[in-house]
């Protein structure tokens, strides 16, 4: 690699990613999570929990998770995505197995990297999972949600312990989540209660999840947690939802696609960036209503070294359901003397 390409990726990455066996050789991995421990708190037996210990690639090369192993049953962790290219996210998914363990619980993960050099990094988890109350199901479950749609999800809660326990309310994370619990029957030392949880406006589009918050008379643990997932459709998702320009010279043309998808018919207004740098090309489909466009973007590198970031706006003709703005990065190396 030529002096100047390796000076901009430098200048790309911040720091230099040693070689392994240096005492710092692990901190370049550690470096890619937004966090490395989690407390899942008071949950209930058999209820779905989980967590997800978010990474991005910042680096050029690409990062490859080779496996992750936890200390402890209590905790099953997976991984969301291997391979995990430059300014990609993957995640590490802690599932605290509920259904197995009751009282105090904690796991380490061991997260084990072999590309582009070997590095573990350590993941922790803790909580404290109740036996006197079970959910069924084990979670509010949405499914996929199309903007706009109500939802309507039940599920049954059963406490075994005190004859005198009460739900008193049931506290929401979000305004479009409506919830509302009814006792069923209460015997001795047994109380069941159903929960009734309802979408009225708009959540959060993509991936949701969140939790529930009941809020009981028992002064040991007066709040317990209901997890609450599903999948809110976007009107428009674009795809990549970032690019990476990659390392190029001063003058050199880099073409990308970029994939717009609509839940319904739609024309591309206008395709703009922040910089004259960018180069759009329009395409006659865009003109007419369609499902899918797509969107050919050239970066036409400048003669500054370093890194570069900008951003692309794509306009249609659905208003306020238009796409995010899509970031596009890159690294213009320093021209040859």
């Known amino acids: 690699m030529k002096t100047s390409r390796i000076a901009a990726i430098v200048a790309f990455v911040g ?19 937004e966090t490395l421990e989690h407390d899942f708190g008071v949950v209930v ?14 680096y050029i090369e690409d990062v490859h998770i080779a496996s992750v192993r936890s200390s402890c049953g209590c905790t099953t962790p997976r991984i969301k995505k291997e391979w995990v290219k430059t ?8 599932t605290f197995n509920t259904h197995l363990f009751i009282g ?68 929401s994370p979000h305004p479009a ?4 619990v009814a006792e069923t029957s209460r015997s001795a030392g047994e109380v ?14 993509g991936y949701y999840q969140d939790h529930l918050i009941l809020v009981t008379n028992d ?4 709040q317990l947690p209901v997890p609450v997932e599903g999948h809110v459709r976007a009107g428009l998702t674009v795809s990549p939802p970032s690019l990476f320009l990659g390392v190029v010279e001063p003058g050199q043309k880099v073409t990308k696609k970029v994939v717009v998808r609509g839940t319904k018919p739609f024309r591309i207004l206008s395709v703009t960036s922040d910089a004259n740098s960018f180069q759009i090309t329009p395409s006659p489909e865009d003109n007419m209503p369609q499902t899918v466009h797509v969107v050919s973007i050239t970066f036409v590198a400048g003669k500054e070294p370093g890194k570069v970031t900008h951003t692309i706006r ?20 320093a021209a040859e003397k």
């Open 15 to 33: 720091m230099m990613v040693v070689r392994p066996g240096a005492v710092p050789a692990q901190e370049w991995a550690r470096k890619m999570f």
């Open 45 to 58: 037996r058999g209820a779905k929990t989980e967590f997800e210990f978010v990474l991005t690639n910042p």
């Open 87 to 94: 300014y990609e996210k993957s995640a590490i998914v802690a």
């Open 104 to 171: 105090s619980k904690g796991a380490t993960l061991t997260v084990v990297f072999d590309k582009p050099f070997y590095a573990e990094v350590q993941l922790q988890v803790r909580g404290y999972i109740r036996s006197d109350v079970v959910f069924s199901p084990a979670s509010v479950e949405l499914g996929e949600v199309e903007p706009g749609t109500a939802i309507e999800r039940k599920l049954d809660i059963h406490y075994a312990g005190r004859s005198d326990w009460r739900i008193l309310e049931v506290r």
């Open 177 to 180: 989540l409506k919830a509302e």
């Open 192 to 205: 069941r209660y159903r929960l009734t949880v309802r979408t009225e406006g708009e959540l959060p589009t």
């Open 219 to 222: 002064q040991t643990n007066s």
């Open 314 to 333: 794509i306009e249609t003709d659905l208003g306020a359901e238009s796409p995010p703005s899509i970031s596009a990065y890159g690294v213009v190396a």
